[in-house]
């Protein structure tokens, strides 16, 4: 257990819909990492926050938003949704920006 | 920017045998280097990692990797491998600032036979 932990652990929704997925980092982790695996394009850095505050932005879609909250806490926000949207979805965090990463164990999102 | 290039897609191994698993990687910068592994229906869980020091690093259920800066390559082996080796496995590097995210590779998966 890395003690990173992800909800919901499967969701699944309908083209056009939106949904929020969450994170809890280690406890004094204050950065959060947004990754996105699928069978075609692997794992995808989508986007990272530290302490609230925006550090880092990969292959994330502008159907995607993501924030982290004054207890650290994230939430990846995936709107429009598209079959092709249908991956795993990853949290990692890390104590700051440079340090390891430990990952959580994912949300499984299914589009139909 | 940094680049992971895993030689395999996959690799079947008989169990107890050696195995090694190929990274190379590129970057204009120094960098930090990882392995993950990420077992059926689970999340990430780092293996091992070089930050600085010795180039030989081991790291949990037996594996060590090598950095070679020359080769620019971060190669995972196991002596003798077990069926619950069976996995997939990520190579990823990191710039040693901070300013860019961790790239990974593609992926090997390892399939251990009995």
């Known amino acids: 257990d890395s003690g990173v932990t992800q909800t919901p652990k499967h969701l699944i929704t309908a083209t056009g819909q939106r949904v929020t997925l969450r994170c809890s980092p280690r406890?004094?982790?204050?950065?959060v990492y947004w990754y996105q695996q699928s069978l075609d394009q692997g794992l995808q850095f989508l986007i990272q926050?530290?302490?609230?505050?925006?550090?880092a932005k990969g292959n994330i879609l502008e159907r995607f938003s993501a924030q982290q909250f004054p207890d650290l806490h994230s939430e990846l926000n995936l709107s429009s949704l598209e079959l092709g949207d249908s991956a795993l979805y990853f949290c990692?965090?890390?104590?700051?920006?440079?340090?390891?990463?430990?990952f959580g164990p994912g949300t499984r999102l299914t589009v139909l | 920017a940094q680049s992971v290039t895993q030689l395999d897609s996959q690799v079947p191994v008989f169990e107890e045998a050696p195995v090694e698993l190929r990274c190379n990687y590129s970057?204009?910068?120094?960098?930090?280097l990882f392995w993950y592994v990420q077992y059926p229906n689970q999340g990430l869980q780092l293996l091992l990692k070089y930050l600085s020091g010795s180039t030989l690093v081991k790291g949990i259920n037996g594996f060590e990797a090598e950095f070679n800066k020359s080769q620019t390559s971060f190669h995972l082996r196991k002596p003798s491998v077990h069926i619950s080796d069976t996995a997939e496995y990520f190579c990823?590097?990191?710039?040693?600032?901070?300013?860019?995210?961790?790239?990974f590779g593609k992926g090997t998966r390892l399939s251990v036979i009995a």
């Open positions: 990692a965090s890390s104590p700051h920006t440079t340090d390891t990463q430990y």
């Open positions: 990823a590097v990191s710039d040693r600032s901070g300013n860019t995210p961790l790239v």
């Open positions: 406890s004094g982790d204050l950065s």
């Open positions: 970057s204009s910068v120094s960098v930090y």
């Open positions: 926050y530290y302490n609230g505050e925006e550090r």
